[in-house]
């Protein structure tokens, strides 16, 4: 069992530390955050994550894992650090590697033995050359120091899960030193390792990712033209999928991927592609087409009504997906503002991501329509002019079709992630547009 070290607690670092404690690992996590610390320590996860919580009580409670803001003890003697900060998306599309350089230096001051520094964020192919040549530069002691790539896979709402169960374990090392040490921290877990150089695992968690962004783009794409041609989308996805080549997964059409993934890292590749003077026409496609159809709904409702000024408007999820309170890139983050702008009346339902929305759209009056939030939808869609489903949390999912109908006042809706059948929606008498089918 090792000595392990993890900065960083957003969903990559503090899900790796407590997944390594639970294999048996000593963990120290590190945050800058004080009171993050105190609250991580207290049992409660900053993060909405299912099952993280349990296991940050068993293995804080045996004494496997613990939460600091004193990186020094942290770093110093351990075996391996884990980076797993932020690598937020700047302006231009380029990841911001400013946190990474700042725990970099931080290990580069305090550590005083042989130690693999282990990137976890997601970094454009290159930094951890980087990265390593800057750690070298700032060492104080005279110890060895290398840096791996190890990328991250878990999805948000399944983070513990994925990490326990992954596909595969994707390790980037450029020396037979930390190649082992990095396969002896994961042999516990008991998966698949897929040991490469640097590059190449810097390169793979790009290439799945956005491949993972082509896909639900390209289904995006041939659902509009679907609706186009009178074909549907459930049943050509259905069809596509029995084929292994294709896979069943990641073929919903819907109102376009959001997260703090595939948004990030379309882009991210593509402006490391032009750096290199190579334009990425896929990627850039899937870009472009994820851009239209989040506000592709809003615009079949503003031709089908003449303004939604005074209108009651029933929105139904809030979060990029469920099983998160995360709303980064969220369909509803781009859609209510041209609402509110139009001056509707809204009444938001969102089981876990409400909050976080009224800190950016706070409840009440804004300069011309409303919002409020209530906790059933069927508050929201009571005496609604028109519905917009946004994400399809199990509560949505689970409305029968009558209850649209039986509440709303005109029983209008547009649905972003096809939840219902259209010949039921039909037959409950509710007019029912939704992505890639007929309506
Ligand atoms: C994604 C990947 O799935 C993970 O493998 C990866 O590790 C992670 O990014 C990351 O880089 O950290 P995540 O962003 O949490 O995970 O969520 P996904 O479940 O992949 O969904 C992303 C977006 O695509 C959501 O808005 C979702 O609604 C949308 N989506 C997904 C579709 O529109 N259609 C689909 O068929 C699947």
């Not at 190449?200 to 659902?223: H, R, T, V």
């Not at 991210?268 to 290199?276: D, F, I, N, S």
Request: with cysteine; hydrophobic share 40%.
């Amino acid at each position: 069992m090792h000595k392990l070290a993890v900065a960083g607690t957003g969903y990559v670092g503090l899900v790796a530390g407590v997944c390594f404690a639970e294999m048996g690992h000593q963990v120290t996590c590190v945050d800058i955050d004080e009171s993050k610390v105190e609250l991580m320590k207290s049992g409660v996860s900053p993060i909405y994550e299912t099952g993280l919580e349990e296991l940050m009580q068993k293995n804080y409670a045996a004494g496997r894992i613990d939460y600091t803001t004193d990186y020094v003890s942290a770093y110093k003697d351990a075996d391996a650090i884990f980076i797993g900060v932020g690598t937020p998306e700047q302006p231009d599309g380029s990841a911001n590697l400013s946190y990474i350089a700042t725990v970099a230096r931080q290990i580069a001051e305090t550590i005083e033995k042989d130690c693999l520094v282990v990137v976890k964020s997601t970094v454009p192919v290159g930094t951890n050359d980087k990265v390593e040549q800057f750690i070298r530069d700032f060492l104080i002691n005279p110890v060895k120091v290398e840096v791996a790539s190890n990328p991250e896979f878990l999805a948000q709402g399944s983070a513990v899960h994925d990490t326990l169960h992954a596909e595969r374990i994707i390790i980037g090392t450029e020396s037979k030193w930390a190649e082992e040490l990095l396969k002896s921290i994961y042999k516990p877990f008991g998966l698949p390792i897929v040991s490469v150089n640097r590059r190449s695992s810097e390169m793979i968690k790009y290439a799945a990712n956005d491949f993972l962004a082509l896909k639900i783009s390209y289904m995006n794409d041939i659902a509009n033209l679907c609706e186009l041609v009178g074909a549907d989308i459930g049943d050509v996805a259905e069809g596509m999928g029995y084929d292994p080549r294709i896979g069943s997964k990641f073929l919903n059409a819907g109102i376009g991927f959001g997260g703090s993934c595939f948004p990030k890292d379309t882009k991210a590749l593509e402006y490391l592609a032009k750096q290199h003077g190579y334009e990425l026409r896929t990627v850039k496609s899937a870009i472009d087409v994820n851009q239209d159809q989040k506000t592709m709904l809003y615009k079949k409702a503003s031709k089908r009504l003449i303004t939604f000024n005074g209108l009651k408007v029933a929105v139904l999820g809030l979060t990029f997906k469920p099983g998160t309170d995360d709303l980064r890139e969220a369909a509803s983050l781009e859609n209510v503002p041209m609402l509110l702008q139009q001056g509707a009346d809204i009444y938001a339902y969102d089981p876990v991501g409400a909050a976080n929305f009224a800190k950016l759209f706070p409840e009440g009056a804004s300069a011309k329509g409303a919002i409020s939030y209530v906790s059933t939808p069927e508050e929201a869609l009571d005496g609604a002019n028109v519905c917009f489903i946004f994400t399809e949390w199990g509560e949505i999912k689970a409305l029968h079709p009558d209850v649209y109908r039986k509440l709303m006042r005109t029983p209008l809706v547009y649905d972003g992630r096809n939840l219902y059948s259209v010949a039921a929606m039909r037959d409950a008498g509710v007019e029912y547009h939704s992505i890639g089918r007929e309506g």
